[in-house]
C-alpha cells in the first residue's frame, strides 16, 4: 500500500490490504486507494484538509468491500471502517461519524449536487472521480477494469447499456467535479474521455 498520512497498526494495515484483495479486482483495489491517495495529498498541498484523518481513513477505507453489482458495498465499508477505526484506533480521537459520511456518499457518485455538500466533501468525492479526467491510457484502463469485475455478474450488454447510460450522464451534467479545484483542472479532459468512451460503447 502507498504511504498513508496516518499511522495505521500492522494489524489495522493487513485487515484492510487484505479486503482490496477480496475478491480479485482490476480497478476497486490497492492500486485505485493509492492512486485516491495522491489527489490527497495534493489537496493537502493547496486547498487543505479540516479534518486531514477523517478524509484520509475515508480514502484508504472507501472500497474496502466491494462486490460488482451489489448496491451495499459503500455502507458494508463505512461499517468496516467503523469497526477498525473502533479496534485500532480508540482514544486517537477520529470523528468516526464523518469517516463513515464520507464513505456512503461515495454511493451517490454522478447524483450529487453541489450545493448538496460541503467544499470538504466536494474536495473528497472528486478525488475518487478524478479518474475521468486522467490521461487518455489510464481513463481507457480504468473502463477496462470497471468491465472485467462486472463480467460474469451483469450480462456484457446490459452492461455496456447501464454504463453508458452513467457516462452520458456524468457528460450532461453542468460540472462533473463539484469543487473548483477539479473542475478547473480535470473537466476538459473528463470530458473528452467520457465522449470517446461513450462513442464504443454500442
Known amino acids: 500500500m502507498a504511504q498513508v498520512p496516518l499511522q495505521l497498526a500492522p494489524e489495522q494495515r493487513a485487515a484492510l490490504e487484505a479486503a482490496y484483495a477480496t475478491p480479485p479486482r482490476a480497478?476497486?483495489?490497492?492500486?485505485?486507494?493509492?492512486?485516491?491517495?495522491?489527489?490527497?495529498?495534493?489537496?493537502?498541498?493547496?486547498?487543505?484538509?479540516?479534518?486531514?484523518?477523517?478524509?484520509?481513513?475515508?480514502?484508504?477505507?472507501?472500497?474496502?468491500?466491494?462486490?460488482?453489482?451489489?448496491?451495499?458495498?459503500?455502507?458494508?465499508?463505512?461499517?468496516?471502517?467503523?469497526?477498525?477505526?473502533?479496534?485500532w484506533m480508540a482514544g486517537a480521537g477520529i470523528d468516526s461519524d464523518r469517516v463513515v459520511e464520507l464513505i456512503e456518499l461515495t454511493a451517490r457518485h454522478g447524483a450529487i449536487a453541489r450545493e448538496d455538500v460541503d467544499e470538504q466533501t466536494r474536495l473528497f468525492l472528486d478525488g475518487d472521480m478524478a479518474i475521468l479526467g486522467a490521461e487518455p491510457a489510464a481513463f481507457d484502463a480504468y473502463d477496462?477494469?470497471?468491465?472485467?469485475?462486472y463480467r460474469g455478474h451483469v450480462p456484457g450488454p446490459l452492461f455496456r447499456l447501464n454504463r453508458r447510460r452513467f457516462l452520458k450522464g456524468l457528460l450532461k451534467r453542468e460540472r462533473i467535479f463539484l469543487s473548483d479545484y477539479y473542475h478547473q483542472r480535470f473537466d476538459a479532459a473528463a470530458r473528452n474521455n467520457l465522449r470517446r468512451s461513450i462513442t464504443t460503447k454500442r
Request: charged share 25%.
Open 27 to 87: 480497478y476497486h483495489n490497492i492500486g485505485h486507494v493509492a492512486e485516491v491517495l495522491r489527489h490527497y495529498a495534493d489537496v493537502a498541498a493547496g486547498p487543505g484538509w479540516t479534518q486531514p484523518r477523517e478524509v484520509a481513513l475515508a480514502v484508504l477505507y472507501h472500497d474496502a468491500i466491494y462486490e460488482a453489482g451489489r448496491r451495499d458495498n459503500e455502507a458494508r465499508s463505512a461499517l468496516l471502517a467503523r469497526e477498525h477505526i473502533a479496534r
Open 144 to 149: 477496462r477494469g470497471i468491465a472485467s469485475e
